[in-house]
Nanobody, 121 residues
Framework: QVQLVESGGGVVQAGGSLRLSCAAS????????MGWFRQAPGKEREFVGAITWTGGSTSYADSVKGRFTISRDNAKKTVYLQMNSLKPEDTAVYYC??????????????WGQGTQVTVSS
């Protein structure tokens, strides 16, 4: 029902910025909220933030609040994760997901392939 493709990952110096994109498609994609999660090797998957297609309501994990911003372009069917003031601990594979909009990963039914973000010190 929903297909998600992330892009925009790369290597950046600490304190720098990066913007990730998630392109959504499928018959029912707009019925789901869009979430961003991340996972470092050997670590648990961690909620980053979420946004709704209708209204654009956002929520963020405390660890990224004030540094990361989620937005969406309904015409392009794309959500964005703008990451500023990046820290080495932000290094992870970042995933886009479609689901409830909560911070619980098991409430998301569809997932993208992930994109690597590496922050060097």
């Amino acid at each position: 029902q929903v297909q998600l493709v992330e892009s925009g990952g790369g290597v950046v110096q600490a304190g720098g910025s990066l913007r990730l994109s998630c392109a959504a498609s499928g018959r029912t994609f707009s019925r789901y909220a869009m979430g961003w999660f991340r996972q470092a090797p050997g670590k648990e998957r961690e909620f980053v933030g979420a946004i709704t297609w209708t209204g654009g309501s956002t929520s963020y994990a405390d660890s990224v609040k004030g540094r990361f911003t989620i937005s969406r372009d309904n015409a392009k069917k794309t959500v964005y994760l703008q990451m500023n003031s990046l820290k080495p601990e932000d290094t992870a594979v970042y995933y886009c997901a479609a689901g409830s909009g909560s911070d619980y990963d098991r409430e998301y039914a569809y997932w993208g392939q992930g994109t690597q973000v590496t922050v060097s010190s």
